[in-house]
């Protein structure tokens, strides 16, 4: 399984991005995907995941409200939607997939992963 992360850039305070990934590969069996985040001299925080079975997504408290996942099953990509974004969203943006799991959220369990796209907010 690969994934390709993309879309990340230097955007203002309370402006949008969209982050996509895509995925290549047979995964057999339920899987969660998700986002993860990571900033200087901090330790990568889990942001969203999304269940591949019926699509529900789940969101960390500090960007419930403000982002979204989606996805498209014949692309086989899923989207990070980001609005209202902050200075403090600033950091690489990374995907994963979790084999077995319905919705992950500890690093640990994400067993294939993408390489990061950074997100800048300036404020």
């Known amino acids: 399984v690969q994934l390709q992360a993309s879309g990340g850039g230097l955007v203002q305070a309370g402006g949008s991005l969209r982050l996509s990934c895509k995925a290549s590969?047979?995964?057999?069996?339920?899987?969660?995907i998700g986002w993860f985040r990571q900033a200087p001299g901090k330790e990568r925080e889990w942001v969203s995941s999304?269940?591949?079975?019926?699509?529900?997504?789940y969101y960390g408290n500090s960007v419930k409200g403000r982002f979204s996942m989606s996805r498209d099953n014949a692309e086989n990509t899923v989207y990070l939607q980001m609005n209202s974004l902050k200075p403090e969203d600033t950091a690489v943006y990374s995907c994963?997939?979790?084999?077995?799991?319905?919705?992950?959220?500890?690093?640990?369990?994400?067993?294939?992963w993408g390489q990061g796209t950074l997100v800048t907010v300036s404020s």
């Open positions: 994963g997939v979790a084999p077995g799991f319905y919705a992950a959220i500890k690093v640990e369990d994400y067993k294939y």
């Open positions: 590969g047979f995964i057999s069996g339920d899987y969660a």
């Open positions: 999304m269940s591949s079975s019926d699509g529900a997504t």
